[in-house]
């Protein structure tokens, strides 16, 4: 739901009320009720074909993806949790996504004007979007969030061995785009690789041709 703005010159009694509904809008959790994760969406585009792995213990097709560590960025986490979970080295995508960040100082010069809310225009690494969840497996409540990020390798590359931790049970494979949909087992994560695709599109990839 779109919050309306304040009117501008709105009076102080205007501007009070606004804040108010902002305010009882906001929340708050600690680190501790976060769970941050990161993934990529990796497509090989000359063969239409997405890497994803099959969970041997919930028995489901997902993306890859897993917690980040301390001190790690996003980007890293995902590319890192990639390999372990799959041993498949992927190459990030800079694609040109639609995103809240703000654009390079250069692009909007002028300081007398707040840069748009949204960015675009500007090729990047930055996330294509994240699920949001209950986290299931957590022994306290936690809300988790799945960072993915656009990547790309050869879907006929070998895989190295011996990469996942010794408690994870998954195998890796690839997958034509078209049996997405039929094949993950969460629609969230159906969307995220639909959106990597429109994104990939948008930048002048080529897939499946």
């Known amino acids: 739901m779109t919050r309306p703005q304040p009117l501008p010159g709105a009076d102080e009694a205007e501007l009070r009320l606004w804040l108010e509904e902002v305010d009882k809008s906001m929340s708050f959790r600690p680190a501790s009720a976060l769970g941050m994760s990161c993934g990529t ?3 090989d585009p000359q063969h239409a074909m997405v890497l994803v792995i099959w969970n041997n213990r919930l028995k489901l097709h997902q993306l890859p993806k897993g917690r980040r560590n301390l001190n790690e960025s996003m980007l890293s986490a995902a590319l890192r949790e990639t390999y372990e979970e799959t041993g498949v080295r992927v190459t990030p995508l800079q694609l040109d996504v639609a995103t809240r960040a ?12 707040k840069p748009p809310n949204i960015t675009e225009g500007h090729p990047s690494n930055e996330s294509i ?51 997405v949909p039929s094949t993950l087992r969460f629609e969230a994560e159906v969307r995220a690789v639909a959106k990597t695709v429109a994104d990939m599109k948008k930048s002048g990839y080529k897939i499946g041709e």
Do not use: M, N
């Open 102 to 113: 703000t654009p390079p100082k250069k692009a909007h010069a002028d300081t007398s004007q």
């Open 129 to 179: 979007g994240a699920c949001l969840y209950p986290d299931p497996q957590s022994e306290t409540e936690a809300l988790k969030i799945v960072y993915f990020f656009a990547a790309t390798a050869e879907c006929s590359a070998a895989r190295d061995s011996g990469t996942q931790e010794e408690w994870e049970k998954l195998d890796a494979k690839w997958i034509p785009l078209s049996e």
């Open 41 to 43: 969406v990796t497509i």
